[in-house]
């Protein structure tokens, strides 16, 4: 690889962060098929914690080190900035949208204010834990019927996360826990395609001569599956709005979320944006975290040891797991966290553009740059952790490091205006989960392979997955 140093950056009189050598026209393009944040994670290790990269005809700035995003946070309150929206995400209703809004709307703010005082509250989190609870006692009443046969862990995680946000937001299960292919509403499907469709590289975002093109389909495809999810609960929003119609007056009691959203006013269109962006940020980052978890565990015999004492010591081993035990669980606490420095969902946190040159770390970045951080490299940065690639739990139990986003070293649910609203709750569902599967079952692999040998490959996306599915067998402890 041909490069291009801080020297030639200033010997052109700008003190660009510095940077790999840049092709004409595709820039950095190529190399980011061994996934972004891997290839930002190598320069930033060539680099320095703060480089830069032209992807198409955009210079991208990214943030690898917690002085580096400190300095980046403190440039996004004192400066304009938005959110880098991609193409495929941008159609009439952005002005609707809560991840996908550019800038810190009012609307944006309403939407904010309302996930955070009805869905994310304590008191809305301690009203929901009854469904949480609920779906995990399915879940593991589900795994005990597949007791010595082989189960896909990701798919049984992901449909136990989609039932209990349908719950909360729609009163209704949308999706069975069998992993047969059946997907009778088409929900599944079409968070799959979000998700998908969210992670493609657009040419339409690199290059503004394809703006207001969709070359490779993107845009329409995207509209379709947020098309599939509507049709999935249309009618249960039609006859609730039947219900509020005929109850008018009579002091008609909420049950959901949809009957806040119906409540505040939001129109059909309204409803359908929050909640397929609730579902698509809050479920596939849920599953995938537990489903890492889980694996990480399965490997480490001495973590997955140490997690099973202290449920035995703890709650024992009839006692159904509740919420209100999970505070008594360190240990548990720290293997998430563990699990989460080294697997973050979210390996880059979206970018912002800056709207007005400025410098930063001694550097100057140049208006209109897009600025990233790698949370990815920071979790498994040598000079940040002792043995960064070691699932090793204990690193956190005589710690304050916490994933609220004090601590710029760890920051799975980023920080500062745009971070997730979700995290309390993601974080009560990932406790309960993964002490009930511990609770409740050994885990083997298929064909006697040898735990330690669990392929741990990650899929080199912009979401971060197992490449491959985790596919274990559960024997039921009772
Ligand atoms: C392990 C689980 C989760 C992780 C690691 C995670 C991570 C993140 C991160 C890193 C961001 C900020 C992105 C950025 O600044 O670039 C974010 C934003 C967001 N998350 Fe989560 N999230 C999780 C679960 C959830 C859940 C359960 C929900 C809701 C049910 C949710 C809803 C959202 C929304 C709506 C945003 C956009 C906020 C905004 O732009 O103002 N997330 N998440």
Not at 246 to 266: A, N, V
Request: aromatic share 10%; hydrophobic share 35%; charged share 25%.
């Amino acid at each position: 690889v041909r490069t291009r140093t801080k020297a030639a950056a200033s010997r052109r009189g700008q003190n660009l962060p510095p940077s790999p050598y840049s092709w004409p026209i595709i820039g950095n393009l190529p190399y980011m098929l061994k996934g972004p944040h891997i290839y930002f994670t190598e320069l930033s290790r060539f680099y320095g914690p703060l480089c830069s990269v032209k992807l198409g005809t955009h210079l991208f700035v990214i943030g690898s080190s917690p002085l580096a995003a400190t300095e980046i946070m403190r440039a996004y309150d004192r400066l304009p900035t938005y959110r880098w929206v991609p193409k495929a995400g941008q159609d009439g209703l952005q002005d609707y949208s809560l991840i996908w809004a550019s800038e810190c709307t009012h609307h944006w703010k309403l939407l904010r204010s309302l996930c955070r005082t009805e869905l994310f509250s304590v008191k809305g989190l301690d009203s929901q834990s009854v469904l949480r609870e609920k779906n995990a006692d399915k879940m593991v009443g589900f795994l005990k019927t597949k007791h010595g046969k082989v189960v896909n862990v990701r798919e049984l995680m992901f449909a136990t996360t989609v039932n209990i946000l349908g719950n909360i937001c729609f009163s209704n299960d949308f999706v069975g826990l069998e992993d047969d292919g059946k997907d009778s509403r088409g929900l599944k499907r079409a968070l799959y395609n979000l998700m998908k469709l969210g992670t493609t590289p657009n040419i339409a975002d690199f290059y503004p001569r394809f703006e207001g093109l969709d070359p490779q389909g993107l845009k329409k495809k995207t509209s379709e599956a947020m098309s599939e999810a509507f049709s999935v609960w249309e009618h249960i929003i039609k006859e609730r709005r039947g219900t509020w119609e005929s109850q008018k007056g009579s002091g008609y009691d909420e049950h959901d979320f949809l009957d806040t959203m119906i409540r505040c006013g939001f129109s059909d269109l309204q409803i359908n944006q929050l909640t397929v962006e609730l579902f698509s940020g809050g479920t596939h980052s849920t599953a995938s975290t537990i489903e890492w978890a889980l694996a990480e565990l399965i490997k480490n015999k001495e973590s997955m040891f140490a997690i099973q004492n202290e449920l035995a010591k703890q709650i024992g081993s009839t006692t159904c797991i509740k919420e209100s035990h999970v505070s008594r669980l360190p240990y548990l606490h720290a293997c998430v966290k563990e699990t989460l420095r080294l697997h973050p969902p979210a390996p880059l946190l979206h970018p912002q553009a800056i709207l007005e040159g400025c410098e930063i770390m001694n550097y100057t970045v140049p208006k209109n740059s897009q600025m990233i951080l790698n949370v990815w490299a920071m979790g498994r940065d040598p000079s940040l952790w002792e043995d960064p690639l070691s699932f090793k739990p204990e690193r956190f139990c005589d710690s304050n490091v916490d994933f609220k986003g004090q601590d710029f070293k760890f920051l799975p649910f980023g920080v500062g205006r745009r971070m997730c609203p979700g995290y309390p709750y993601a974080i009560k569902q990932i406790h309960l989960m993964l002490a009930s599967l511990v609770q409740n079952f050994d885990w083997f692999l298929p064909d006697n392979i040898d735990l330690s040998k669990l392929d741990m490959t990650e899929n080199f996306g912009i979401i971060s997955q197992r490449k491959k599915p985790l596919m274990v067998i559960p024997k039921c402890k009772c």
